[in-house]
């Protein structure tokens, strides 16, 4: 019986420590900011995506998770001017055939694997969430101070968004727009 109180009274002290050296910083969603891209044959697009939450944790001065929730609502197209596209682009990017943010108000990105390459940089495999659809993505983070910054390659078809693939339409001509888009995180904290 003492064997097992001491057992017991050693792994509380251990998951406590454990817990201790965890540091879970949040982001600023104010200085925090997704820009995007999304190409096709006769050009490309750009804008930005706001964050709704996020955090990072750290042990010991290591990344060793993240969990971000981007709201969807706030797609900005920043390539085009108002009256000229503009607004006509981003209801065509909150639409169903797109991220249908009506339904869909917000995705999620949640670290499940992370290696250190050193200086800072990470490789992390994260389930990303979009459209109520998950899948597996990985990526390189780079942390320096209180900023951290990461580039995505996302495949949105794997999302059920294949307006104007031509993985999946014939016939499209220049109208086709590349299945991959592409995200530029920079964060805050």
């Not at 057992?7 to 910083?25: F, P």
């Not at 009256?83 to 909150?94: P, W």
């Not at 943010?101 to 490789?123: E, H, M, P, R, W």
Request: no cysteine; aromatic share 8%.
């Amino acid at each position: 019986m003492k064997n097992l109180k001491t057992i017991a009274l050693t792994l509380v002290v251990a998951l406590g420590t454990t817990i201790a050296t965890a540091q879970n910083k949040k982001i600023n969603t104010d200085k925090s900011i997704i820009n995007w891209v999304g190409k096709k044959v006769t050009g490309q697009h750009s804008g930005t995506i706001s964050f709704q939450s996020g955090t990072l944790v750290f042990e010991k001065n290591a990344l060793k998770g993240g969990s971000f929730t981007v709201d969807m609502t706030s797609i900005n197209v920043t390539d085009l001017e108002a009256g000229k596209g503009k607004e006509k682009l981003e209801g065509h990017l909150k639409a169903d055939d797109f991220f249908g943010t009506d339904k869909f108000a917000t995705s999620t990105l949640d670290f499940k694997k992370i290696g250190s390459k050193g200086n800072g940089v990470y490789t992390v495999t994260a389930d990303l969430t979009i459209k109520g659809i998950t899948n597996s993505v990985s990526f390189d983070i780079t942390v320096k101070g209180n900023t951290a910054s990461a580039k995505l390659m996302v495949d949105r078809t794997k999302f059920d968004i294949k307006y104007g693939s031509g993985s999946f339409f014939d016939n499209l001509g220049d109208k086709a727009i590349n299945d991959e888009f592409e995200l530029n995180v920079n964060l805050q904290f």
